[in-house]
């Protein structure tokens, strides 16, 4: 496990020093999830061995002054999060097993529910009322972000004449 968070954040640290710095928020995690995706075929998942327990691993990533937080995350068993609220911005990549998302409409106070099959992800933003099912043998990717506005647009400059 710890060679494909190795890998994976490697190529986190590269494809985000390639986005435009403007681009942040759920917008960055979209693109980022669409390069992740795309070169998944880097990620060595055939030595992965079965764990015998859940393990989480962990680690902060920073790049151009993008605090990401990413966990991987392998369930042996079945595991049920419910009535979660997201406290950041949060791309979610099922890597393997099909992981069941139900994600609260606030208007109609009712659930919205979809599957994510192997090799597909989804960007959910702060704020978000979701319930997750994380099937056995499931292995999930999870990577946050604050929705930072950084203000790198030139600012003007006010001249005097004198």
């Given at each position: 496990m710890d060679i494909i968070l190795k890998e994976i954040?490697?190529?986190i640290k590269e494809e985000t020093e390639k986005i435009n710095k403007k681009i942040y928020g759920?917008?960055?995690?979209?693109?980022?999830?669409e390069k992740i995706l795309n070169r998944q075929?880097?990620?060595i998942f055939k030595n992965m061995q079965m764990q015998n327990s859940n393990v989480d691993l962990e680690?902060?990533?920073n790049v151009l002054e993008k605090n990401l937080i990413f966990k991987l995350s392998f369930y042996k068993n079945p595991k049920s999060i419910l009535k979660f609220k997201l406290q950041k911005n949060l791309l979610l990549i099922a890597?393997?097993?099909?992981v069941n998302i139900d994600i609260l409409n606030h208007n109609t106070q009712n659930y919205i529910n979809f599957s994510l099959?192997?090799?597909?992800?989804?960007?959910?933003s702060k704020g978000t009322v979701c319930n997750f099912n994380f099937p056995k043998n499931s292995l999930i990717m999870q990577l946050q972000s604050?929705?930072?506005?950084?203000?790198?647009?030139?600012k003007k400059i006010k001249q005097y004449n004198i």
């Open positions: 954040v490697t190529i759920t917008t960055f995690l979209e693109i980022l999830k075929d880097q990620i680690e902060v990533i890597f393997k097993e099909l099959k192997p090799i597909m992800g989804v960007t959910l604050d929705d930072f506005d950084f203000n790198i647009e030139k």
